[in-house]
T-cell receptor
Framework: GAGVSQTPSNKVTEKGKYVELRCDPI?????LYWYRQSLGQGPEFLIY????????DSGLPNDRFFAVRPEGSVSTLKIQRTERGDSAVYLC???????????FGPGTRLTVL | QKEVEQDPGPLSVPEGAIVSLNCTYS??????FMWYRQYSRKGPELLMY????GNKEDGRFTAQVDKSSKYISLFIRDSQPSDSATYLC?????????????FGQGTTLQVKP
């Protein structure tokens, strides 16, 4: 079946702009995670959804970052007033119910100029 | 000090060699341990998933967990050029609740024909 998909695959924006990154999890997976991976580093946790609610947003770096999952499936990560330091690969993962292994999407490569 | 330490390498071996990849961690609450493989410009792919201490084997791959030493290993037997990738260890205090993963930096492996 289809895996986790993320769009766009690449996003180039200017400092100060607003961006939205989309994640489509594996069908039927109730748990959804966002991670950020900087060059040469492992993924860093941002936020976890169980269903529609954010169960853990402790990894969001500041209030410029926000994520939603209004219908318990697709999720959008929103970044306001982007900064050059936000440049990274943003990874989405899903799991069946939060008790199982996480399956990752290919990521969105964000470049802030 | 990071919660999870992993030597970034790079590690270069000849085809057919046995590869040993390792991570150390500081949080004694970690109970679930995973190894992911990540090819360039791709999302991480789950290789092995183990709970608590012990060994787990899957084909050419063996994962070992030593909770008393806070040390985990991944062994790859008969390494192949297709094994060339970055290997990420990841761990979690529990599979329920948040289930967020804490990743190591990743070790880059090159298997030369």
């Amino acid at each position: 079946g289809a895996g986790v998909s993320q769009t766009p695959s690449n996003k180039v924006t200017e400092k100060g702009k607003y961006v939205e990154l989309r994640c489509d999890p594996i069908s039927g997976h109730t748990a959804l995670y966002w991670y950020r991976q900087s060059l040469g580093q492992g993924p860093e946790f941002l936020i976890y959804f169980q269903g529609t609610g954010a169960a853990d947003d402790s990894g969001l770096p500041n209030d410029r970052f926000f994520a939603v999952r209004p219908e318990g499936s697709v999720s959008t990560l929103k970044i306001q007033r982007t900064e050059r330091g936000d440049s990274a690969v943003y990874l989405c993962a899903s799991s069946l119910n939060g008790y199982n292994e996480q399956f990752f999407g290919p990521g969105t490569r964000l470049t802030v100029l | 000090q990071k919660e999870v330490e992993q030597d970034p390498g790079p590690l270069s071996v000849p085809e057919g060699a046995i590869v040993s990849l390792n991570c150390t961690y500081s949080n004694s609450a970690f109970q679930y341990f995973m190894w992911y493989r990540q090819y360039s410009r791709k999302g991480p792919e789950l290789l092995m998933y183990t709970y608590s201490s012990g060994n787990k084997e899957d084909g050419r791959f063996t994962a070992q967990v030593d909770k008393s030493s806070k040390y985990i290993s991944l062994f790859i037997r008969d390494s192949q050029p297709s094994d060339s990738a970055t290997y990420l260890c990841a761990m979690s205090p529990r599979s329920g609740n948040t289930g967020k993963l804490i990743f190591g930096q990743g070790t880059t492996l090159q298997v030369k024909p």
